[in-house]
């Protein structure tokens, strides 16, 4: 099984059918390399820790963005993504599915029109649909590390 096959297995996990290609997906993880976290966990356990640490190790540049932390992976945590002053290549959200439109819309004011991923479980289905229309990238319901693993 080649890469894009398997790429295509793990979209095919998701509940996004709206979701880009295996062919994008790859690009985008080959291409992003400042990617800001919201959601981010101070609690190694947890997915929201585990994934953008393994992230990080991978050679990313982890923006931890979480306002009731102060340090995250070594690094200041951000209240906002509103107040990350760094180019932002990827917006990686970590929050419930109630909370994830917002985080959207945040991304959606960045100049640097980044790459919106929301986390496998989490969905945002009209926000996302109002980024993609305005020529944003949105992968949604889908791990990252899972991702970067079949790469």
């Known amino acids: 099984m080649d ?7 793990i979209l095919d996990q998701s509940g ?3 979701n880009p290609g295996p062919d994008v997906v790859r690009q985008v ?19 929201a820790r585990r994934i953008p640490a393994y992230l ?3 050679g990313y540049n982890v923006i931890p963005v979480n306002p009731f932390v102060d ?6 945590a951000m209240p906002s993504l509103a107040e990350v002053t760094e180019p932002v290549d990827m917006v990686l959200v970590f929050r419930p599915s109630l909370e994830a439109a917002a985080v959207v819309e945040a991304a959606m004011e960045r100049e640097e029109k980044p790459v919106i991923w929301l986390q496998e479980g989490i969905r945002a289905d009209e926000a996302a649909a109002r980024a ?6 949105v992968i949604q319901d889908l791990c990252a590390s899972k991702v970067h693993k079949a790469l």
């Open 16 to 18: 996004d059918q709206d």
């Open 71 to 76: 340090k995250v992976l070594g690094k200041k």
């Open 29 to 47: 993880m080959g291409s992003a390399r400042n990617v800001a976290v919201v959601g981010i966990s101070r609690n190694p356990e947890k997915a």
């Open 3 to 9: 890469v894009l096959e398997r790429l295509q297995n």
């Open 56 to 58: 990080a190790t991978k």
């Open 132 to 137: 993609r229309a305005r020529g944003f990238t």
